[in-house]
């Protein structure tokens, strides 16, 4: 099999969170990433019977956290007790 390089850009955090799951694992990022590749071309679109899913993708803010989370319900509902 040929081989070829790729530069990808990524934030740092993830690049990091990413390495330590590859130690983990004892695998490597190429080994992560050809695999994940891999089943991307093998599966086709994995959305494709989740138009709910495909419907509400993105409209949440990728900065969105769980307290964000929290908060709307504690707004929605009233606190917890």
């Given at each position: 099999?040929?081989?070829?390089?790729?530069?990808?850009?990524?934030?740092?955090?993830?690049?990091?969170?990413?390495?330590?799951?590859?130690?983990?694992?004892?695998?490597?990022?190429?080994?992560?990433?050809?695999?994940?590749?891999?089943?991307?071309?093998?599966e086709g679109d994995p959305l494709a019977e989740a138009?709910?899913?495909?419907?509400?993708?993105?409209?949440?803010?990728?900065?969105?956290?769980?307290?964000?989370?929290?908060?709307?319900?504690?707004?929605?509902?009233?606190?917890?007790?």
């Amino acid at each position: 099999m040929e081989k070829t390089k790729l530069t990808v850009r990524l934030p740092k955090r993830l690049l990091e969170g990413a390495k330590r799951y590859a130690a983990q694992h004892n695998t490597t990022l190429t080994r992560l990433v050809s695999e994940y590749f891999r089943q991307l071309s093998a599966e086709g679109d994995p959305l494709a019977e989740a138009s709910m899913v495909r419907l509400l993708s993105g409209i949440l803010s990728p900065d969105a956290s769980i307290d964000d989370y929290r908060t709307y319900l504690e707004e929605k509902y009233g606190p917890k007790t």
